[in-house]
């Protein structure tokens, strides 16, 4: 159940928002730590998110991971082997995902999942 508190913007926790892209492969996020006024807060780091997508054959999959970094073009050398590392745990989940549906079909009238062949030899 929700209450209020679970809907209140914190106001010491809030950040500011920069954007930047290449118009090619993605676009990082760069979230700058703000108090209260607007005001920067040094006090906590600024953190940088990377975005990008993949396609699968459902259509576009959207990948955000964290970026290290302390500058915006430490953030972007970065980019690449983020991007990679999340593309790739993305195919993993894909893949169990398509391999836990698929265990899950079952046909009527096809008891042990071999087609009713006997074994799958071939009938002459």
Not at 13 to 19: M, W
Not at 51 to 74: C, S, W
Not at 94 to 123: C, D, F, H, T, Y
């Amino acid at each position: 159940m929700t209450t209020a508190n679970d809907t209140e913007m914190d106001p010491n926790g809030l950040f500011r928002e920069e954007n930047f892209t290449d118009q090619k492969l993605g676009t990082i996020r760069k979230l700058v730590p703000i108090k209260a006024d607007g005001s920067d807060d040094p006090d906590r780091e600024t953190t940088f998110f990377g975005a990008a997508q993949i396609m699968t054959p459902m259509g576009a999959l959207p990948l955000n991971f964290q970026l290290d970094g302390n500058t915006i073009g430490e953030a972007a050398s970065d980019f690449a082997g983020k991007a990679q590392i999340a593309v790739d745990e993305a195919s993993r989940e894909l893949e169990k995902m398509r391999r836990e549906q698929a265990s899950q079909i079952v046909v009527p009238g096809q008891g042990g999942g071999n087609g009713g062949m006997g074994g799958g030899g071939i009938i002459t």
